[in-house]
């Protein structure tokens, strides 16, 4: 079976042969052909499984983000709810429950929440109820093959021998930030990933690179002076902050300005 592994927010999971993926935003939705990502399509093998990463910088527990979830996708779809169970995959914990549509649309709604550390996937499985028997085995094998990978490689390391994710570019660190100071050696990048899936992603890639995490500042922040990510990190005898600068709202954006210490 393929294996996909987010770049980014580092899950991965294995799928059936012949399955396609299409990422919009930050949700990734696999399916037996394309037209089936749509929930607007109604023919043969009309289905797919949906993933939706969050970060969870503080831990907050999972029962009231289950609660939030449950109860918009309910909304959302017009399903009633038919209770929930406990799921646990690998060191993955969550919840899980069959959602009720309305019987005009023939379909079956499951929804899941797994969390790990200070990461979440809500999972969302839809398909006709009469091809119960086809999906269903499928999509179990899915879910249960999902993990977190300790590092990808699918990213460049700069001249400050640090990660930088796909797709980013380098740009020129005052038009991002204003106070440059020059005895600060100072590397920047732009790209179009948002800020939580960009913490994320040094949180992991970091360490495996060889560099130790000092101090870490989530965004967003319980100190509402603080409007960026930050890292401070060292190896050896280099000291390096990270800042991720937010873009945008609805999703968030964020642009990576790296600033060393001369000397």
Do not use: C
Request: glycine fraction near 6%.
């Amino acid at each position: 079976m393929p294996t996909f592994v987010h770049p980014l927010w580092g899950y991965a999971l294995e799928y059936p042969e012949g399955w396609v993926w299409q990422e919009d935003g930050e949700v990734t939705a696999f399916a037996p052909h394309k037209a089936a990502l749509s929930l607007q399509y109604e023919g043969k093998r009309m289905g797919h499984l949906a993933i939706r990463p969050e970060l969870n910088p503080y831990l907050r527990p999972i029962e009231p983000l289950w609660t939030q979830y449950i109860t918009r996708i309910s909304v959302m779809r017009g399903a009633k709810k038919l209770g929930a169970s406990a799921l646990k995959i690998g060191n993955l914990k969550g919840y899980e429950a069959e959602l009720l549509l309305p019987a005009k649309q023939n379909r079956r709604l499951w929804i899941g929440l797994l969390a790990a550390g200070g990461m979440v996937l809500h999972l969302a499985v839809t398909h006709r109820k009469d091809e119960k028997s086809y999906f269903q085995p499928l999509v179990s094998n899915m879910v249960q093959s999902l993990r977190f990978v300790e590092h990808t490689d699918e990213y460049q390391m700069t001249a400050m021998d640090l990660p930088i994710p796909p797709a980013y570019t380098p740009a020129a660190p005052e038009d991002i930030i204003e106070a440059i100071s020059p005895h600060k050696i100072w590397d920047a990048y732009r790209g179009e990933a948002t800020i939580s899936a960009l913490q994320v992603f040094y949180l992991r890639e970091l360490p495996h690179a060889g560099w130790q995490v000092d101090t870490y500042y989530p965004y967003p922040n319980r100190n509402p002076e603080i409007h960026f990510a930050s890292f401070l990190i060292h190896k050896a005898e280099r000291t390096v902050v990270i800042a991720l600068i937010p873009r945008g709202s609805k999703p968030t954006l964020a642009d990576i300005v790296m600033m060393e210490h001369e000397g």
